[in-house]
């Protein structure tokens, strides 16, 4: 905090940009809100997931997809409204999808639609199974390809 406080004086005693003057202060001013903000922010944040935690149990997957849902949709939502550089709405689109593909996979989202329903229902069964699972190997790849590649850039 000291160190900030010797900026904000040397901008403003060396007449600097007001520019400079300007993140001298703003720097000086999130320091010490900053122990007001954070309760604010942890109790959203509990909130925000209370919801999903009280409903999950640790014998299923599902619950596991339904909060990774929960972080990329609003992760999606700060790049989509409050993001800062030029690749925000990519990234909002890349959080998106990740979204979809873990609320199918917590929902468990794959039903066969029923006019594909053969005369022979074992036949009907087996492939609707099989389809179900072809459906949502293909959406954790598509989470694990989107995490492996972008993970390291969704940060604003």
Same mark, same amino acid.
């Given at each position: 905090? &000291?160190?900030?406080?010797?900026c904000?004086y040397?901008?403003?005693?060396?007449?600097?940009s007001?520019?400079?003057?300007r993140y001298a202060? %703003?720097?000086?001013?999130?320091?010490?809100?900053?122990p007001i903000r954070l309760?604010?922010?942890? +109790?959203r944040?509990?909130?925000a997931y %209370? %919801?999903i935690l009280?409903?999950?149990?640790?014998?299923?997957?599902?619950?596991l997809?339904?909060i990774?849902?929960k972080k990329f949709r609003?992760?999606?939502? +700060?790049?989509?409204?409050h993001?800062?550089?030029?690749?925000?709405?990519?990234?909002?689109k890349?959080?998106?999808i990740?979204?979809e593909?873990? &609320?199918? +996979?917590?929902?468990?989202d794959?039903?066969y639609p029923?006019?594909y329903l053969?005369a022979?229902?074992?036949r @009907?069964r087996k @492939?609707?199974?099989?389809?179900? %699972?072809?459906?949502q190997?293909?959406d954790?790849e598509?989470?694990g390809?989107?995490?492996?590649?972008? @993970?390291?850039?969704w940060w604003?």
């Amino acid at each position: 905090m &000291r160190y900030e406080l010797k900026c904000l004086y040397r901008s403003i005693r060396e007449h600097e940009s007001w520019l400079e003057v300007r993140y001298a202060l %703003s720097t000086v001013w999130h320091k010490l809100t900053f122990p007001i903000r954070l309760p604010y922010y942890g +109790l959203r944040n509990i909130l925000a997931y %209370s %919801s999903i935690l009280y409903r999950d149990r640790d014998w299923d997957q599902s619950f596991l997809f339904a909060i990774m849902e929960k972080k990329f949709r609003r992760m999606r939502h +700060l790049f989509q409204y409050h993001g800062h550089h030029a690749g925000d709405h990519r990234i909002a689109k890349q959080l998106t999808i990740a979204a979809e593909c873990c &609320r199918r +996979l917590a929902e468990e989202d794959y039903q066969y639609p029923s006019s594909y329903l053969l005369a022979d229902e074992h036949r @009907a069964r087996k @492939a609707s199974i099989a389809h179900e %699972s072809y459906l949502q190997d293909q959406d954790l790849e598509w989470i694990g390809k989107l995490l492996r590649k972008h @993970a390291q850039t969704w940060w604003d």
